[in-house]
């Protein structure tokens, strides 16, 4: 027991420093409840998705700069899909989308394999060019989505057997989040694949040395990461009904809840709860201030200074524990 | 046992030939890609054309030359969009309340303000340059809306030196070459001959090397991405007097292909090679071949691609001809 | 020597060249069922070299692997171990951030047979959710031994694997691998250990440049003989021309070191450098000598000691510091002391520019000047003044040094700067730092060629287990002694 605590004492830490978030938007507004849970959650599921994504890739020693850009295309290509479709077309487009996803992500991957050429370059150049499949995809703000796909990450959600008082409380946002996360995460992170992840991230030689294929690896954590940016994608898509072919401030965030969340950059530690925990602090911070009637402009300054310092904290322990 | 002394392929001569003299092959694509103009609009060549060329090149190019700098040490400057389209907005904000002076001086210390915050990050923290300069571009963006808010009704004025500067012409030639001929020689010199310039052509080619003859390497770094910034904020105005209307994205749709400005021009993205000759032929061909795309009514998502796929393409490119010699 | 034929592991005429290095020329090992078999030759042999071949990391040029009597296509480590060859190499092939039980899963490892092997090699209590981070060295050897021993193998490859070991754990790891050979398994044992290789190993197989010298059979006083296998003609041929004795400076010392220890390797090493004299140091790979130059380069902190220049403690947290104590090193690895995309030029001036005051117009007359001074000092060949990755070995390595000359030398460290260079450079070399020191200069050479240590210096430090151990005389510095020295077989006190 004191043994896993202290494994995973960083994510309890920042549990109870969400906790306590929370308590003070309930102080700040004392109206906050379900209807605040449910808007909150819906505001963090792109967020959390994207960052999901960055965190398998960073965990794998490595960096995607273009996870935004992804999510865009995946966001234009179900909206465009989906606009006036039928339910059961819809759900064939939401299946094209992750599989959008797991292609780009495989470009992403080999192409760092094959060319040699770093991850972040690689990356940043894909950036672009996802950038401009979704502007010619759809030029501007449009499509369509789904009724049934927008109700899922909007309301409570309906657990029979319990008052509706209490399942009022649980966020669809939060339960689809975790639904999916679990569903491609958890066989992954108990899989060989998992291990790999891991191995090729904290230490690529011993990786080798140890019978595992690298690259192969490498390829899968990218593919991973933008089977993770289509689902962010198309969760933008759901809480707004439409595609949005500009890519959100989601690089930047991740990195930042990635880095927060108790994954080093560089790679070979930590999860996924302490970043997905990291991004619902970030969210609730930003939503706190704009409770507190702080200009959206100047929240968007905090938040970004916020992020900025996280990061800059980060790569001082990075540097440290090089040195050490 | 003998030692073989491997032939060079035809292609480690041809890399080496870049790697020597990247003015030549890059001189040659320029004229190459203004000929497949002429052919596509025999119409469209003209000494009018040449100078409205060189003139939308002319912000690239200096854009291009924070890239330049930056990516010789093997970082990279992407806040330099923001940072113009702030010292731009706030120069012509503030010059009806304050004068012209006053005004550009405030600008040009924001611009230095970012650049500090992005040598600090990159220097003393160790934050990836890509990473911390877009953080900074996002605060920076914050800082800008704020202000606009504050500032909205108080009116817009360009002075008229930087509108001479932008957009006019003496001789047939834009005036802003006053502006950017001094400014890149005074680049091509320092690279070559003053100590800063040697050091980050050092820093790019061996940090740990540098670092041994004695080199503080954060002290590189935190006055080359300062310079960056206000190099940056220069090219604000200047492209404030071109474009003559003060937005919140002015030159944001410059950062993406100043970084390819650069990269074509021969300087490598690792750091170690390359110089702004390079980037100012680099700038010119990116102005052209945007010519070229806009005539084929090529959308914007096109473009944003081809550039993406130069950049990787390039560098991919670089990375096989250095292994190979 | 066992016939080929039956060998479980066969090598023959393996040859592999790195650019202009030539690792091998023609090396060879036969390994016979139930033999341990070491693998021996002084640093620059080209043993690491061959294991790297033996296990499918690196490709030969030429040559070829037999593994039970088939052509071996071996092109990984996992490749290596379907064909029953598991290597254990120096540094543990081991994840830092995953648990024992992870790292043995990750390698479809059997749990027991792990279990059994790491109490026999006595660490009964080692718990299998133990991170490898949190284990100390000596642990992770053991695991990544037992490892190996779980995967059953053939052929059993160990690389220096007692180097971080405390003497216990080395008796029974000895125990253990000599009961494998009984069992009938094979092993390669490289070490540079005699004791050990007298205890466990049936024969020696000696590598000297590249070239395999000698398969002898294991008996009592084999180490003289081996010895000067690994040194060949080289004793004969000495060159003769060793530096004139000179009356040891008195005084105030140029550089004073004394009870310095960093990390695990480099625990207490004191000694004294005068003006004019040349300082060999004279260690094994792997002894502190790398951290030693790292510390004095002001590159890495000391965690205890002190170092004085002429008379007043210094403490360097920067290669700047240690520059401007006069102090100037030329590390080991060229690729750490050049900017090899840039000229000859550019890569003499950087210490010129470093500081900040220099940042500016540079001097381009007097920079010249100083450069063509220090080429003409170094003699090196300018014909490829583009980029200094085009010049050869020899000349590079003149470049790093020049560096210093340019601006005048007071203490220079040189880290093994003939490695991989042409005799004519060499001798350049030497006949550079006795010019150096005879104008006032004083200088630490660490030299792998322990022949080097009598033509150019005038005593030699030699360094063992991270301190030193003798100090000898140019005048004695014959190779044997040396090596006997470096290996820990002297009788010697330590002076």
């Known amino acids: 027991m004191r043994r896993w605590i202290e494994a995973n004492a960083w994510t309890l830490g920042l549990a109870v420093l969400l906790a306590v978030l929370l308590l003070a938007t309930k102080v700040i507004q004392p109206g906050f409840g379900a209807t605040g849970l449910d808007s909150l959650a819906r505001a963090a599921l792109p967020f959390a998705l994207a960052t999901v994504g960055m965190a398998v890739v960073v965990i794998a020693g490595g960096i995607d700069l273009s996870v935004a850009a992804m999510m865009a295309v995946a966001s234009v290509t179900g909206a465009v899909l989906m606009a006036g479709a039928g339910d059961g077309q819809a759900l064939l487009a939401v299946i094209a989308v992750l599989a959008l996803g797991i292609a780009m992500g495989t470009v992403n991957g080999v192409l760092i394999v094959v060319t040699r050429v770093p991850d972040i370059v690689v990356t940043l150049a894909m950036l672009f060019v996802w950038q401009g499949v979704a502007l010619l995809i759809l030029n501007a703000p449009g499509g369509g989505a789904a009724p049934w796909l927008r109700a899922m990450s909007a309301g409570g959600v309906a657990l029979p057997g319990l008052p509706q008082g209490l399942t009022d409380w649980l966020p669809r946002g939060v339960v689809f989040l975790a639904v999916v996360t679990a569903l491609i995460w958890v066989p992954i992170r108990r899989s060989k694949l998992g291990l790999r992840l891991y191995a090729i991230g904290s230490d690529p030689l011993a990786a080798f040395r140890s019978g595992v294929p690298v690259g192969q690896t490498r390829i899968a954590a990218y593919a991973i990461c933008g089977l993770f940016a289509a689902l962010g994608g198309l969760s933008v898509t759901m809480s707004t009904g439409i595609g949005e072919p500009i890519p959100g401030p989601y690089l930047l965030a991740s990195v930042a809840a990635v880095v927060l969340g108790g994954v080093v950059l560089g790679g070979g530690r930590g999860g996924i709860l302490g970043p997905i925990l990291a991004v619902f602090i970030l969210r609730t911070v930003r939503m706190d201030l704009t409770m507190l009637s702080v200009d959206p402009n100047v929240a968007a300054i905090i938040e970004g200074t916020i992020m900025v310092a996280v990061v800059m904290f980060g790569a001082i322990l990075a540097t440290r524990g090089r040195k050490a | ?325 | 020597m066992p016939d080929s034929a039956d060998a479980v592991l066969d090598a023959k005429g393996v040859a592999k060249r790195f650019g202009a290095v030539q690792a091998l020329r023609d090396a060879s090992l036969q390994v016979g069922r139930g033999q341990v078999v070491a693998l021996m030759g002084a640093n620059g042999a080209g043993k690491s070299t061959f294991v790297k071949i033996l296990t499918g990391v690196l490709r030969p040029d030429s040559g070829h692997v037999k593994i039970k009597g088939r052509e071996s296509t071996v092109a990984s480590p996992a490749g290596a171990r379907a064909w029953g060859l598991v290597p254990v190499y120096q540094e543990p092939s081991l994840i830092p951030d995953l648990s024992v039980a992870d790292n043995l899963r990750l390698g479809d490892t059997a749990m027991e047979p792990f279990r059994h092997w790491v109490a026999e090699l006595g660490l009964p209590d080692l718990q299998p959710d133990a991170m490898i981070r949190s284990l100390p060295l000596a642990s992770l050897r053991i695991v990544d031994l037992a490892r190996a021993l779980a995967m059953e193998p053939d052929v059993l490859l160990l690389d220096e694997l007692t180097a971080a070991l405390p003497t216990d754990l080395v008796a029974r790891v000895l125990k253990v691998v000599r009961a494998q050979a009984d069992a009938g398994r094979s092993v390669i044992y490289v070490s540079h250990r005699f004791t050990e290789i007298a205890a466990i190993c049936d024969r020696a197989t000696v590598l000297r440049d590249g070239l395999t010298v000698g398969d002898l059979a294991i008996e009592p006083g084999i180490e003289e003989r081996i010895v000067e296998m690994m040194l060949g003609g080289a004793v004969a041929a000495a060159v003769t021309e060793a530096r004139p004795g000179r009356p040891v400076a008195s005084g105030t010392p140029r550089l004073r070191v004394r009870g310095l220890r960093t990390g695990t390797r480099l625990t207490d090493v004191s000694f004294d450098l005068h003006k004019g004299e040349v300082l060999g140091v004279v260690a094994l790979e792997g002894q502190g000598q790398d951290e030693l130059f790292n510390v004095l380069a002001g590159n890495r902190r000391a965690s205890a000691g002190t170092v004085e220049v002429d008379g007043r403690p210094k403490a360097f947290s920067h290669p700047a510091d240690a520059i401007a104590a006069g102090l100037t090193l030329v590390p080991g690895d060229r690729a750490h002391a050049l900017l090899m995309s840039r000229s000859v030029r550019e890569n003499i001036a950087v210490p010129l520019i470093a500081r900040i005051r220099n940042w500016g117009a540079v001097p381009m007359r007097e920079e010249a000047a100083k450069v063509a001074t220090a080429v003409e000092t170094l003699q090196i060949d300018t014909r490829a003044q583009g980029e200094v990755r085009r010049l050869s070995g020899g000349n590079q390595q003149k470049v790093t040094i020049a560096r210093w000359i340019a601006n005048g030398v007071q203490t220079l460290l040189l880290f093994d700067p003939t490695r991989g260079i042409d005799i004519r450079t060499k001798r350049q070399i030497y006949a550079l730092v006795r010019d150096l020191a005879d104008q006032g200069a004083a200088v630490l050479f660490y030299t792998s060629e322990l022949a080097e240590i009598r033509l150019a210096c005038d005593r030699a430090v030699v360094i063992f287990n991270g301190r030193v151990v003798d100090v000898i005389d140019a005048a004695e510095a014959d190779e044997s002694t040396l090596m006997r020295a470096a290996y820990g077989l002297s009788e010697r006190a330590p002076a």
Request: glycine fraction near 10%; proline fraction near 5%; hydrophobic fraction near 55%.
């Open chain 2, 1 to 325: 046992m003998t030692a073989m002394t491997e032939a060079p392929s035809a292609l480690t001569r041809l890399g080496r030939l870049m790697a020597d003299n990247p003015l030549l092959p890059l001189t040659l694509l320029l004229f190459l890609l203004i000929g497949v103009l002429a052919v596509m609009n025999p119409a469209i060549l003209s000494l009018f054309w040449a100078g409205n060329t060189i003139k939308i090149a002319i912000p690239l190019a200096m854009l291009a030359a924070c890239q330049t700098l930056t990516m010789l040490t093997g970082g990279i400057d992407l806040s330099v969009g923001t940072v113009a389209t702030i010292t731009a907005f706030m120069t012509a904000t503030l010059a009806p309340l304050t004068g012209v002076p006053p005004a550009i001086a405030v600008a040009l210390a924001c611009a230095v303000l970012v650049g500090l915050v992005n040598g600090f990050g990159v220097a003393i923290c160790r934050v990836h340059p890509l990473i911390m300069t877009l953080g900074t571009a996002l605060i920076a963006t914050g800082c800008l809306l704020v202000y606009q808010r504050y500032v909205i009704a108080t009116g817009v004025l360009i002075p008229d030196f930087l509108i001479w500067l932008g957009t006019g012409r003496s001789l047939g030639l834009p005036n802003s070459l006053a502006l950017f001929v001094p400014f890149a020689i005074l680049i091509i010199w320092a690279q070559r001959r003053s100590g800063f310039g040697r050091l980050l052509y050092a820093i790019g080619a061996n940090e740990e090397a540098a670092r041994l003859s004695g080199v503080r390497v954060w002290q590189v770094h935190l006055t080359l991405y300062t310079l960056s910034s206000l190099i940056a904020g220069v090219t604000g105005m200047l492209y404030l007097g071109q474009i003559k209307t003060a937005s919140l994205s002015l030159a944001l749709p410059l950062d993406l292909p100043s970084v390819a400005a650069a990269v074509i021009g021969g300087t490598s993205i690792f750091g170690g090679r390359g110089g702004y000759g390079g980037t100012i032929l680099g700038a010119l061909i990116l102005t052209v071949l945007t010519t070229m795309l806009t005539l084929l009514q090529i959308p914007e998502g096109g473009r944003r691609i081809l550039f993406g796929l130069i950049i990787l393409a390039v560098t991919a490119l670089f990375i096989r001809l250095t292994e190979r010699s």
